[in-house]
T-cell receptor, first 114, second 111 residues
Framework: DSGVTQTPKHLITATGQRVTLRCSPR?????VYWYQQSLDQGLQFLIQ???????AKGNILERFSAQQFPDLHSELNLSSLELGDSALYFC?????????????FGPGTRLTVL | GQQLNQSPQSMFIQEGEDVSMNCTSS?????WLWYKQDPGEGPVLLIA?????ELTSNGRLTAQFGITRKDSFLNISASIPSDVGIYFC???????????FGKGTKLSVIP
């Protein structure tokens, strides 16, 4: 158990809908990262938050957005969903004080768009 | 997005055999990481490498940070059934918090 929690574990929805994925980092971690894992693209970095502020952006679509709240949990919002958005979405966390801090991954949310 | 070239894509080996997999990149990374992912779980860090040429072991696992900083390999000795899973390499550039992942090596161990 990494100490990172993600909810829900599974999510099935229809095209055009909007969903919110939630992540709670390990106790004491200030930084949260979101990754998308699909069969053809592998693990892709989406976005990073540190202590409530966006720090780095990767391959995140404009239809996707995220935020980190004062209690440090984070939410990833996916809107106007398409079939191709079906994937595993992982959250990772670390202290965030240095770039070599180990990132600890949560168990993921499996999103299926029908 | 950019990814690392990880090979092989999959391996079937007999229990007790040694395994070797590697990752290469066209650009330099300052940190190399090896993760293992079991079905339905998130990636778990196995080994982290921070210096070119560094060789680090974790039980039966040994990983090396290539001298050019553009590659890394992972060896597993005397494989056992619980080694089954997908192994990912990941690279991190200096000053960056972002990880770039390989596509994974799927390991199957035949008892």
């Amino acid at each position: 158990d990494s100490g990172v929690t993600q909810t829900p574990k599974h999510l099935i929805t229809a095209t055009g809908q909007r969903v919110t994925l939630r992540c709670s980092p390990r106790s004491g971690d200030l930084s949260v990262y979101w990754y998308q894992q699909s069969l053809d693209q592998g693990l892709q970095f989406l976005i990073q938050y540190y202590n409530g502020e966006e720090r780095a952006k990767g391959n995140i679509l404009e239809r996707f957005s995220a935020q980190q709240f004062p209690d440090l949990h984070s939410e990833l919002n996916l809107s106007s969903l398409e079939l191709g958005d079906s994937a595993l979405y992982f959250c990772a966390s670390n202290r965030g004080g240095g770039s070599t801090d180990t990132q600890y991954f949560g168990p993921g949310t499996r999103l299926t768009v029908l | 997005g950019q990814q690392l070239n990880q090979s092989p894509q999959s391996m079937f080996i007999q229990e007790g055999e040694d395994v070797s997999m590697n990752c290469t990149s066209s650009s330099i990374f300052n940190t190399w990481l090896w993760y293992k992912q079991d079905p339905g779980e998130g990636p778990v860090l196995l080994i982290a490498l921070y210096k070119a040429g560094e060789l680090t072991s974790n039980g039966r696992l040994t990983a090396q940070f290539g001298i050019t900083r553009k590659d890394s390999f992972l060896n597993i000795s005397a494989s056992i059934p619980s080694d089954v899973g997908i192994y990912f390499c990941a690279g991190q550039r200096a000053g960056s918090y972002q990880l770039t992942f390989g596509k994974g090596t799927k390991l199957s161990v035949i008892p």
